[in-house]
């Protein structure tokens, strides 16, 4: 994967030694200390996507996991990931009792766009707690049919990023540092442009580069992998910029290593690499 030299002396880059650091699990630690990440998405052939960011979330630390998702998936979430408690909803009604134990939302994977998904979206939209929108979220709100909510993370590929902007592709990816910064100040969010040499983009204008990855990563699912990720060192307590740039060095880390395997990575394989990275990073204490 070809790799992104920083243009500008004011972009820092993701290293170990510039991370910012989740503090280490003390020894008496309990669940109620580490948020509730609630994800909602995995529209009708789309459950896959929700399933690998709830995964993740669980794996990455977050106190309690839940999923909103088609009643049709609810079966396959419970027998993969029997921790999570799944919900299958019809309408956003139901929806409502979960959202209120949030402390934080991962909104996207898997989401689709029929009126099952600008519902869901809509009341996530309009809820008080810290967001992360991914993939189909994204793509709703570059159409105009939700507005995104004070204190959260975007996280576009560059075509959901043009849709976003109005521009091309093309145009994003000749100015990947102009582009990531005119999102975060369109929406006043943190945003990920992601891609080779992912950036991190605060609205106040402070800007990350990560340039670790492997060309392996180029296939179906690792957004989904990174939302999950981000949502999760929410949960635990990061800011909106921090928890995303951990994220993201973790993200490509893992990449790396998995990748050297060659082709054929599947995103589920970046999970366990990722829970050991972290572990690495910030330990639970014995």
């Excluded at 707690?129 to 590929?157: F, K, Y």
Aim: with cysteine.
């Amino acid at each position: 994967m070809p790799q992104t030299k920083p243009p500008f002396p004011d972009i820092q880059s993701l290293t170990a030694a510039t991370l910012p650091r989740l503090p280490a699990r003390q020894p008496d630690a309990h669940k109620g200390q580490f948020g509730h990440a609630l994800l909602i998405g995995g529209d009708r052939r789309l459950g896959g996507a929700i399933l690998l960011g709830a995964e993740m979330a669980l794996r990455s630390g977050a106190g309690l996991v839940s999923l909103a998702t088609r009643p049709e998936h609810v079966g396959a979430a419970l027998a993969r990931l029997p921790e999570v408690m799944a919900l299958g909803v019809e309408s956003a009604n139901q929806l409502m009792s979960v959202l209120q134990q949030a402390t934080v939302l991962v909104v996207g994977p898997g989401l689709g766009q029929s009126a099952w998904s600008r519902s869901l979206l809509s009341l996530a939209a309009n809820a008080a707690v810290a967001q992360v929108w991914d993939a189909d979220a994204l793509n709703l709100l570059a159409m105009g049919e939700a507005r995104l909510p004070a204190d959260s993370v975007i996280t576009p590929h560059p075509g959901e990023a043009a849709r976003l902007l109005g521009l091309s592709t093309d145009q994003v990816q000749a100015d990947r540092v102009g582009a990531a910064r005119a999102l975060a100040a369109k929406y006043q969010a943190v945003c990920v442009l992601k891609g080779a040499g992912s950036l991190v983009v605060a609205p106040d204008g402070r800007v990350s580069i990560c340039e670790r990855g492997h060309p392996a990563m180029a296939t179906a699912g690792l957004g989904d992998v990174l939302a999950g990720l981000v949502g999760a060192l929410r949960a635990q307590g990061m800011g909106g910029f921090e928890a995303t740039c951990l994220a993201v060095w973790l993200h490509a880390s893992a990449g790396e290593l998995q990748g050297k395997k060659g082709r054929g990575l599947a995103a589920s394989d970046l999970i366990p690499a990722i829970r050991q990275l972290l572990e690495e990073q910030s330990p639970c204490l014995n």
